[in-house]
């Protein structure tokens, strides 16, 4: 399986984006998929996750009411959309996939096995 994340860009604060990751190659039904991000001179940090069947979903706190994590299960592509940005929100931000994940471990980025390039997301004051 292959992930390409795209949608990032340059915006002003407050401003919205929306990211598209589309895995290629076979997975299972059962997976999750996951957007993190990683700013310069940081680690990389979880932003949302969701159960690929069913649609449950998980934010981290930094995000939840401005994010909206979501998927189109017919083209196969997952979403991340990005409402009321921030400067803080300045990251490249990658999309994960994991087969195997236990819900304990949505939030860990070690625990996803599958990762796409990042697209990178810059918000201007």
């Known amino acids: 399986v292959q992930l390409q994340a795209s949608g990032g860009g340059l915006v002003q604060a407050g401003d919205s984006l929306r990211l598209s990751c589309a895995p290629s190659g076979r997975t299972s039904s059962a997976y999750y998929m996951a957007w993190f991000r990683q700013a310069p001179g940081k680690e990389r940090e979880f932003v949302a996750a969701?159960?690929?069947?069913?649609?449950?979903?998980y934010y981290a706190d930094s995000v939840k009411g401005r994010f909206t994590i979501d998927r189109d299960m017919a083209k196969k592509t997952l979403y991340l959309q990005m409402n009321r940005l921030k400067p803080e929100d300045t990251a490249v931000y990658f999309c994960a996939l994991d087969s195997n994940l236990i819900l304990s471990n949505v939030r860990n980025r070690v625990a996803y096995k599958v990762w796409g390039p990042g697209t990178e997301v810059t918000v201007s004051s």
């Open positions: 969701i159960k690929w069947n069913g649609g449950y979903t």
